[in-house]
């Protein structure tokens, strides 16, 4: 009851609310906090924070594709590559923070700030992570305006998941003690 009452609170803070922008009329920022969800803006706006306090290094590339080092002075110890295609705003960081996390890296939001990018591309918002997503809006809602799965859906989706994961371990894991026992 608690965990659902909350739930509706960011619901509601999502669609209503606005969270103060760290940097005023960066555009950028001002997309990022229409699609996401505060939670998830907070991780982003937190990473476009990061990427300001980045270096970065021009290593080659021709237009349209660059390739940069990015890096924080005395914090990072390697320095990540991002690859940047100024025509279609593809961007590939070393780091694999999108990969992970969903979220643009700070590296590759340094280099989308170098160059102006006021948007961030469709293939690097995540559904799950819009606020078009949330569990208090209808299926009807949902399924008129865009393809998003509904958040129970996606839950039972990816519970479904995490135990064929965790069962293929336990098999895993049974197989290789007796082959050690062999």
């Not at 509706?8 to 940097?23: P, Q, S, T, V, W």
């Not at 209808?138 to 990816?158: D, F, H």
Request: some cysteine; glycine content about 4%.
């Amino acid at each position: 009851s608690e965990w659902r009452s909350r739930e509706n609170g960011e619901d509601f803070n999502c669609l209503r609310g606005n969270r103060h922008l760290a940097f005023a009329n960066v555009s950028i920022l001002l997309h990022g906090r229409e699609v996401y969800t505060s939670e998830v803006y907070k991780i982003f706006e937190e990473e476009f924070v990061k990427g300001t306090a980045c270096d970065q290094e021009n290593v080659g590339g021709s237009f349209p594709e660059f390739i940069y080092y990015v890096w924080r002075p005395k914090v990072d110890l390697i320095k990540h590559q991002v690859c940047f295609d100024k025509e279609s705003h593809q961007i590939h960081c070393t780091c694999k923070y999108f990969s992970k996390m969903g979220i643009l890296c700070s590296h590759s939001l340094r280099v989308y700030h170098l160059y102006c990018v006021g948007r961030i591309p469709e293939e690097y918002i995540l559904k799950r992570w819009c606020k078009s997503a949330m569990s208090s809006q209808s299926v009807e809602e949902l399924c008129g305006r865009s393809k998003v799965v509904q958040s129970s859906v996606w839950r039972a989706q990816t519970l479904r998941f995490l135990f064929i994961l965790l069962l293929l371990a336990k098999t895993f894991l049974f197989v290789e003690m007796n082959l050690n026992m062999v």
